[in-house]
């Protein structure tokens, strides 16, 4: 289709591993890049780790190490991980990479020439025993809206974003002392000026948003938008530019998110592109892709920013953001030993098998609930007794009784308008963000394929009438065909086997004929089944 298609991924902190609460909000991201890459167009996926700001400054103090250490240990982890799991960035970076401070210090340099930003003399948290202001990950208490536990920046429980003075019984995470209120000085992005032209932006594009984004972003619009320090007093991160405290520097929420225009332009500038042409494009789509708690980051803060900016970028089309994912019905915590890392899932489960289970249960609605028990059923279920089954059984029939060649038919009529009935489905799920919903599309057309196989009971077909029976496989080889190109985006190593089986290449997202004889290679099973006591031996810690 030739259209820019930009997918940017939130970006993890690198102050630990990755995680199947990552795992599930950056399934959709994959599975759409894939998919648009099929459909021919230019596809620009990106993210990076995200190493400024508290997090990895807490790490590395319990680490005794320095942050830039930190962060180079964990982005090494996630650049093999992503890897492992068969994620397509077209470019996968880092914040603390030259190009990316570059161009957040010019982005920021023009915005405050705005009208939008504005100094504040205001009062933060600071800690008299450690002599330091508190930035927001560097206080915990108790939100003020919902009355849980709280970090400094935004509360897990209810989604608000909070300032650390906003807190009730506010403590500081390094001694544990309740720190006092000090004045000082910070650059700040008026929200509330931006109103107008946010609210606006939002009830034009919010229909192509998840629901849990739009109900979201319109509770905060409601309540009324808030101005937003853009500036810190920290030893880590990018500095304020054309400022003379040393100290001062950008805010981590205010920089990360440039991110997805700075990556854009690296990979652009690596392959002989034009950036522009993904931001400077009102045709241009762009989608992003994230967990809940990062939904007023995207669909308020960011959209500001690029307001706030001269250059006028382009703003978020569709935000598709999930719920969170538990294990057996508990929150996914490090205290809690409930984070399971995707580095563990893998050294004994298929990365298809991963990436088929969080496709198929990612949503935006309600929070995913991860068991190995479930991992194991729709894996064995869905994947191997009826995908695996319908290629093996038919393939193997076919190298059984007709040395494997089937000469080319003319595939029956009814069933070439199923399947690019399923075709056009599936692809308007996949571009509304629905990546599950268009999964089950696919598994729909996976049973129809089963129950025709058993309708033609070839087996018995093949005694009465050779002929008609050569038809009906080719009806089902043509299937399994365009099924293997429906699920290339959720399972490209499974798909790939197929692909070789056929002796058929074919990389466009779109109804494909077999228009030459059929001569299978050498039949072998595409995946192995799971074995839940194995699984539950692996993982017992995990399993309630």
């Known amino acids: 289709m030739n259209r820019n298609i930009m997918i940017g991924l939130s970006w993890p902190y690198s102050n630990g591993e990755l995680h199947i609460g990552h795992f599930g909000s950056s ?21 990076g780790s995200d190493c400024y700001g508290t997090p990895t400054s807490i790490q590395a103090q319990k680490e005794g190490v320095t942050p830039l250490s930190i962060t180079e240990k964990y982005h090494k982890k996630f650049v093999d991980i992503f890897k492992a799991i068969d994620f397509s960035f077209d470019k996968y970076t880092a914040t603390t990479d030259d190009r990316h401070v ?15 930003i504005t100094t504040k003399e205001d009062k933060r948290l600071y800690c008299e025993h450690c002599q330091r202001f508190l930035p927001d990950r560097y206080v915990y208490g ?11 920046d935004s509360c897990s429980h209810c989604g608000q974003i909070l300032e650390p003075e906003d807190l009730l019984e506010p403590k500081c995470l390094l001694c544990d002392n309740t720190p006092v209120l000090k004045d000082v000085s910070q650059l700040y992005i008026e929200l509330s000026k931006l109103t107008d032209q946010i609210v ?17 972003t319109q509770r905060y619009i409601d309540e009324g938008l808030q101005d937003r320090a853009i500036t810190r007093n920290l030893d880590w991160g990018i500095p304020v530019p054309d400022c003379n405290e040393k100290d001062k520097v950008i805010y981590n929420w205010a920089e ?24 400077s494009n009102d045709k241009a789509i762009h989608y992003y892709v994230h967990a809940k708690d990062n939904i007023p980051f995207h669909t308020i803060i960011f959209p500001g920013m690029l307001m706030a900016n001269s250059h006028k970028y382009h703003l978020p089309d569709r935000v598709i953001s999930s719920e969170y994912v538990m294990l057996d019905g508990r929150k996914v915590s490090k205290s809690e030993g409930t984070v399971v890392l995707i580095r563990e899932l893998l ?29 194991v059923n729709s894996v064995n279920g869905e994947i191997i007794n009826n995908w695996g089954n319908l290629v093996n059984r038919s393939l193997m ?3 059984s009784k007709f040395s494997g060649k089937i000469s080319v038919q003319k595939i029956d009529v009814n069933i070439e308008k199923k399947i690019k009935d399923v075709f056009a489905e599936v692809s308007e799920e996949i571009e509304q963000g629905k990546i599950n919903i268009a999964l089950k599309t696919i598994l729909d057309l996976v049973d129809y394929s089963n129950k025709l196989f058993d309708e033609y009971a070839p087996w018995n077909s093949i005694k009465s009438d050779k002929t008609l029976c050569e038809k009906q496989l080719f009806n089902i080889v043509s299937l399994i065909a365009n099924i293997n190109i ?16 056929l002796n058929i290449k074919e990389n466009s997202y779109n109804y494909f004929e077999l228009t030459k004889d059929i001569e299978l290679e050498e039949i072998e099973p595409i995946y192995q089944r799971l074995d839940y006591d194995f699984i539950k031996e692996k993982y017992a810690k995990y399993i309630v």
């Open 200 to 216: 606006a932006y939002f009830n034009k594009v919010k229909d192509g948003w998840n629901l849990n984004a739009i109900n979201m």
């Open 347 to 375: 050294e004994y489960i298929d990365s298809d098998y991963l990436r088929f289970y969080f496709a198929k249960n990612v949503n935006d609605k309600k929070d995913f609930n991860f068991t190995f028990q479930e991992l």
């Open 486 to 501: 429906l699920l290339t985006p959720y399972l490209p190593k499974g798909c790939a086997k197929v692909e070789k089986l």
């Open 27 to 47: 399934m959709p991201a994959d599975v759409m890049a894939r998919y648009f890459r099929m459909q021919g167009d230019k596809v620009c996926m990106v993210s």
């Open 256 to 279: 990360n998110v440039l991110g997805y225009l700075s990556a854009t332009k690296m990979y652009c500038d690596e392959n002989g592109l034009n950036w522009e042409d993904w931001w």
């Open 142 to 152: 108790i939100c003020p809206h919902c009355h849980n536990k709280a970090k400094g």
């Open 397 to 399: 029939f076919i190298k």
């Open 102 to 116: 570059q161009f957040v210090q010019d982005f920021h340099r023009d915005m405050y020439k705005s009208d939008y």
